[in-house]
């Protein structure tokens, strides 16, 4: 078989720190094709750029300095049939990992993308195993805002899962591995930013809705260290999805002009300060993960939802959604 390029963009500002763990995790896949590797760069000052010269890498510059400019500089600069998004902070885990990734599109055109799920190492942090503990890193809130993992199955094969998604039930899942001719004639191209779950949004509204999560693959995703560092990361993300954005947003996780959805909001505020829930889950986690990661599921609901209302309440774009007068 003959294996087709496959470029890989990795956004980057002052990432000296994880840039030789992201970029060793990738090389030591040995995949038998060709990688693109795409370093895109915004403009770091320290030595991310020395570093990852050392591996056989393309250095292109992002004078918008924004990683979701510079996601877009790598799909319309990159040199494979098939494109894939790594952040600097990721590295990757399983063996022939860009083959299994691979696998789904290769053996059937309608599947649009092939994701793995994200997976903790035994010397994360007990806060990271806990996020880790869903399949896409979601934190419990927005767990309960999203249609569930098996819920989108509509396939298993001895490989992978396809999943299908509509309207009303979709995943967060835009780290995927595309056919890069697909997406330059999608309605992805319309926006000046990659954005990897809007892109999610726009897919579904070409018709292309079915997407693979191969087995025995998996990202591996340090994002948090501390709840101080979960609160701050929170709030940044509020932010950047609904607050002085510079063009439309696709993905939300509330449809704020559905009661319906609304309703659950509010459900959620109410299960997440009444405590008692909260706690008996963490307990029921840490039986089936064997593990006291458990621990943290009051914590992170109390303060990601107090953290999550703040920075709506803060901001008028904010207070104008939750239907409160603007003075």
Same mark, same amino acid.
């Given at each position: 078989?003959?294996?087709?390029?496959?470029?890989?963009?990795?956004?980057?500002?002052?990432?000296?720190?994880?840039?030789?763990?992201?970029?060793?995790?990738?090389?030591?896949?040995?995949?038998?094709?060709?990688?693109?590797?795409?370093?895109?760069?915004?403009?770091?000052?320290?030595?991310?750029?020395?570093?990852?010269?050392?591996?056989?890498?393309?250095?292109? &510059?992002?004078?918008?300095?924004?990683?979701?400019?510079?996601?877009?500089?790598?799909?319309?600069?990159?040199?494979?049939? #098939?494109?894939?998004?790594?952040?600097?902070?990721m590295d990757l885990?399983?063996? &022939?990992?860009?083959?299994?990734?691979?696998?789904?599109?290769?053996?059937?055109?309608?599947?649009?993308?092939?994701?793995?799920? #994200?997976?903790?190492?035994?010397?994360?942090?007990?806060?990271?195993?806990?996020?880790?503990? &869903?399949?896409?890193?979601?934190?419990?809130?927005?767990?309960?805002?999203?249609?569930?993992?098996?819920?989108?199955?509509?396939?298993?094969?001895?490989?992978?899962?396809?999943?299908?998604?509509?309207?009303?039930?979709?995943?967060?899942?835009?780290?995927?591995?595309?056919?890069?001719?697909?997406?330059?004639?999608?309605?992805?191209?319309?926006? +000046?930013?990659?954005?990897?779950? !809007?892109?999610?949004?726009?897919?579904?509204? !070409?018709?292309?809705?079915?997407?693979?999560?191969?087995? +025995?693959?998996?990202?591996?995703?340090?994002?948090?260290?501390?709840?101080?560092?979960?609160?701050?990361?929170?709030?940044r993300n509020i932010?950047?999805?609904?607050?002085?954005?510079?063009? +439309?947003?696709?993905?939300?996780?509330?449809?704020?002009?559905?009661?319906?959805?609304?309703?659950?909001?509010?459900?959620?505020?109410?299960?997440? #300060?009444?405590?008692?829930?909260?706690?008996?889950?963490?307990?029921?986690?840490?039986?089936?993960?064997?593990?006291?990661?458990?621990?943290?599921?009051l914590p992170v609901?109390?303060?990601?939802?107090?953290?999550?209302?703040?920075?709506?309440?803060?901001?008028?774009?904010?207070?104008?959604?939750?239907?409160?007068?603007?003075?």
């Open positions: 078989m003959t294996y087709p390029t496959i470029s890989l963009c990795i956004p980057t500002f002052n990432e000296e720190k994880n840039i030789e763990r992201c970029l060793n995790s990738i090389m030591s896949k040995k995949y038998p094709g060709k990688l693109d590797i795409l370093i895109v760069d915004g403009g770091s000052t320290d030595d991310t750029l020395i570093k990852a010269k050392k591996f056989p890498v393309r250095v292109l &510059h992002n004078p918008d300095k924004q990683a979701e400019i510079g996601k877009k500089i790598g799909l319309l600069n990159a040199a494979g049939d #098939y494109f894939m998004i790594i952040d600097c902070d885990v399983g063996t &022939h990992w860009f083959e299994r990734l691979l696998k789904p599109l290769i053996d059937d055109s309608t599947i649009v993308g092939s994701w793995p799920i #994200y997976k903790s190492i035994p010397s994360d942090t007990l806060l990271n195993k806990f996020i880790t503990a &869903h399949p896409l890193q979601l934190d419990p809130i927005f767990e309960f805002l999203t249609a569930s993992y098996d819920s989108c199955i509509v396939a298993k094969t001895n490989r992978y899962d396809v999943l299908e998604y509509r309207n009303d039930r979709m995943l967060p899942s835009g780290f995927c591995l595309y056919r890069r001719k697909q997406l330059m004639q999608s309605s992805v191209m319309k926006l +000046k930013r990659f954005m990897e779950n !809007d892109n999610v949004v726009l897919l579904l509204a !070409d018709g292309l809705n079915r997407y693979a999560v191969p087995y +025995k693959i998996s990202f591996h995703h340090p994002t948090l260290q501390s709840l101080r560092h979960l609160i701050k990361k929170r709030i932010n950047t999805m609904y607050f002085d954005q510079p063009d +439309k947003r696709y993905w939300t996780w509330i449809d704020w002009n559905r009661k319906s959805e609304l309703f659950k909001l509010v459900l959620w505020v109410f299960y997440c #300060y009444t405590i008692i829930p909260s706690i008996l889950v963490g307990l029921w986690k840490c039986i089936k993960h064997k593990s006291l990661l458990g621990i943290y599921e609901n109390l303060l990601t939802t107090t953290a999550v209302i703040v920075a709506f309440l803060q901001h008028k774009e904010g207070r104008k959604l939750l239907h409160i007068p603007i003075r």
